[in-house]
């Protein structure tokens, strides 16, 4: 017999992360290997463009892990889309994660609305289609090879 609870729990969740750790660990050897190294962690990265006032223009907020880079945010304010600011930062996350941290490929999430071309056009090949996530809109997951 169980009993089902619901609610935030953060001990009872970092203990669950622990087991869900174990367990993989055990039942692949690619993370069995990486338990213990540098690569079993997730590194931020993370890069700003700032205005001449030092404002913030735009920026990319991800991670590397193991040989990938994940790109979380990418944003760049209105006043200076269309400059090649989106694409200056994207190439120098790929380019700090491929020279100094080992990636050999790249991974992010985005909606219909945002920019699965922009990410096309920059070589990102789409992988995953989550149609109405949320409601009414579509996400995309892509990938790319990095150099």
Not at 84 to 90: A, C, K, T, Y
Not at 114 to 138: K, L, N, S, W
Request: charged residues 30%; hydrophobic residues 35%; aromatic residues 8%.
């Amino acid at each position: 017999m169980f009993r089902i609870e619901t609610g935030v729990d953060k001990d009872r969740r970092d203990l669950l992360r622990r087991r869900l750790l174990d367990t993989n660990t055990r039942a692949s050897p690619v993370l069995r290997a990486l338990r213990g190294t540098p690569g079993e962690r997730e590194v931020p990265l993370h890069v700003w463009a700032l205005d001449a006032d030092g404002a913030l223009a735009g920026g990319l907020v991800g991670h590397t892990w193991t040989t990938w880079l994940h790109v979380t945010y990418l944003w760049v304010d209105d006043r200076h889309r269309g400059a090649g600011l989106g694409s200056r930062l994207l190439a120098e996350a790929e380019r700090l994660a491929g020279e100094e941290r080992g990636c050999r490929a790249a991974r992010l999430e985005t909606w219909d609305f945002q920019a699965p071309g922009f990410y096309r056009r920059h070589g990102y090949d789409v992988v995953g289609v989550i149609p109405d996530y949320p409601p009414g809109v579509t996400e995309y997951t892509l990938t790319k090879q990095l150099a």
